[in-house]
Every structure is written in structure tokens, then in C-alpha cells.
């Protein structure tokens, strides 16, 4: 026997707002696969044009241009695995922050106590952004651009107002 109602299951919490933010990354795997085929033609003949004329470590020296350019956009395309959840509901605000490694931090906020702190420049506009509760500080949305942080902010915003106000009941549904 449980000690609870299994008759009356409690309906789930409906969600305010829910977002899912990534890194932005301007180049697919078929873009950056032309890149690469681009930057090694041209770095090949250039490394040939210099073998020709008798600086032979040269062609060396562009191979190892070549990785490296390889290299830093495998990095980048790694880093653009990490992601950023944020949900809220009447009785939790969810950041859950995930690393392009697989590291998992999660933090879970009261909505009814959370500010949202701006840090914004006068010429740039919103450069941070940060959820504030409890003397605790939480940057979020650091992968989005100034105009995009400024309309997630008035999303999140409205989402921890509505928090606020409580569940609305209606009798007809």
C-alpha cells in the first residue's frame, strides 16, 4: 500500500517558458568540408610557387597553416555542442547548463524571488544578462547577441511575471 492517492495523480506544472539556446556557428560540416578543400588548393599552389623558386621549407610552412586552420574549427564546431535550458513554471525557474565536454550544472530557482539583472552598454546594448536570487547570481544567454539577449530577456521577464501572478483558474476547462 502507498500512502498517497494513486486514484488523483497530480497533473503536471504548466510551463511558462521554455527555451533551448546553442552557440551559433555560421559554417555546416558541408560548408566547412568546401573551406578546407578551398584553403588547401590554394595553400598547395602557393607552397608549389615557392618550392619552384627554390624556398622549399616554405611548402612545409603552409602545410602546417593548413592544420592549423583545421584544428582551431574543430575546436570551435566541439564548442558549439554546449547548451543552455531554461524553464520556468509557477513553482521553478530551471537553468540547466550543459558543456561541450558533457558537464551537467543545474540550478534550480524560486521564480517568485528571481530578478533578472541586465548588464548592458550604451553603444552595444545588452552584453550580460543575469538571474538573481537569494544573494546566488547566474549568468544565462551568454551565446546570444545583443538584440537576441534583449528579446530573451523580455520573454523571460514576462514568463517570471506570470510566475508571480500564480496559476489562473478557469472552471470551464
Known sequence: M????DLDPVP???ELFSAVLTPHRSLSNAQFTVLMAVVSVLSF??????WHM??????????LDV?????????????????????VTPSELRVRRVSHRGHVVEWVLNPLWVQ????????????????VSRGRRVSIASFLGPDEKASFAKALQAALHAARRGPIYNPIT
Not at 67 to 87: C, D, G, M, P, T
Request: aromatic content about 18%; cysteine-free; overall charge positive.
Open 2 to 5: 502507498s500512502a498517497g492517492n
Open 12 to 14: 503536471p506544472e504548466p
Open 45 to 50: 599552389a602557393a607552397g608549389l610557387v615557392f
Open 54 to 63: 627554390g624556398a622549399w621549407p616554405v611548402f612545409g610552412f603552409f602545410g
Open 67 to 87: 592544420l592549423l586552420v583545421y584544428w582551431a574549427f574543430k575546436i570551435n564546431f566541439r564548442r558549439a555542442k554546449a547548451i543552455e535550458q531554461i524553464s
Open 116 to 131: 533578472l539583472d541586465q548588464k548592458t552598454h550604451a553603444e552595444f546594448g545588452i552584453e550580460r544578462l543575469y538571474l
